[in-house]
């Protein structure tokens, strides 16, 4: 039973229009959340986390959004550039920011076209 | 700073074989952990280790071992290696918890025959 769900494998954008990369979970206690992206070959690396008493936050070209209600968070990447092409997972956690597990999604596969 | 490090890149091994995989980091952190990802899968927290002597359990425990005898390394050893157990390996690393950022190694792949 997957408690965080990325839905979408892949998605294809053009350079300099905006990515938006959704997440779903189910874990109502599930209060922290971050984004981690992954190139091929690499291991993954930390982008943006939002904690559950927020519903943005943002960080240059990157921002997180959060909508408790729905159990539903986003990444939108504005605007797009090439090097963006990655995988990105969706991770959370239940006990906030001091915990020390992460719950990771599937990942999404996003491609930037030039 | 070498950051993460993670030996072998890949590996190889026979049903029933064991093996360590290798981690360390030169950043004094605190807070390591091991992963697995498999394809079309996100990743799996394996072990955890909140300082030296002091380890836990993950999602995916089974089958495997870790210890922490100093800080900078979290060896991950494979006691009696199955198919199931194809996977890549990633070791991270975290000054505290995960409100931290957490840093990956580049991954060790393995494969049971």
């Known amino acids: 039973d997957q408690q965080v769900k990325q839905n979408s494998p892949s998605l294809s954008v053009q350079e300099g229009r905006i990515s938006i990369l959704n997440c779903d979970y189910t874990?109502?206690?599930?209060?922290?959340f971050l984004w981690y992206k992954k190139y091929p070959a690499e291991g993954p690396t930390f982008l943006i986390s939002?904690?559950?008493?927020?519903d943005k936050n943002e960080d240059g070209r990157f921002t997180v959004f959060l909508n408790k209600s729905a159990k539903h968070l986003s990444l939108h990447i504005v605007p797009s550039q090439p090097g963006d092409s990655a995988v990105y997972f969706c991770?959370?956690?239940?006990?906030?920011?001091?915990?020390?597990?992460?719950?990771f999604g599937k990942g999404t596969k996003l491609s930037v076209i030039p | 700073n070498a950051g993460v490090t993670q030996t072998p890149k890949f590996q190889v091994l026979k049903t029933g074989q064991s093996m360590t995989l290798q981690c360390a980091q030169d950043?004094?952190?605190?807070?390591m952990s091991w992963y697995r990802q498999d394809p079309g899968m996100g990743l799996r927290l394996i072990h955890y280790?909140?300082?030296?002597?002091?380890?836990d359990q993950g999602e995916v425990p089974n089958g495997y071992n870790v210890s922490r005898s100093t800080t900078e390394d979290f060896p991950l050893r494979l006691l009696s290696a199955a198919p199931s157990q194809t996977s890549v390996y990633f070791c991270?690393?975290?000054?505290?918890?995960?409100?931290?950022?957490?840093?990956f190694g580049p991954g060790t792949r393995l494969t049971v025959t």
């Open positions: 991270a690393s975290s000054y505290d918890r995960i409100s931290y950022e957490q840093y």
């Open positions: 874990n109502s206690m599930f209060d922290y």
């Open positions: 939002i904690s559950s008493i927020k």
């Open positions: 991770a959370a956690s239940a006990g906030g920011a001091g915990s020390y597990q992460l719950t």
């Open positions: 950043m004094n952190h605190e807070y």
């Open positions: 280790s909140v300082g030296a002597g002091i380890t």
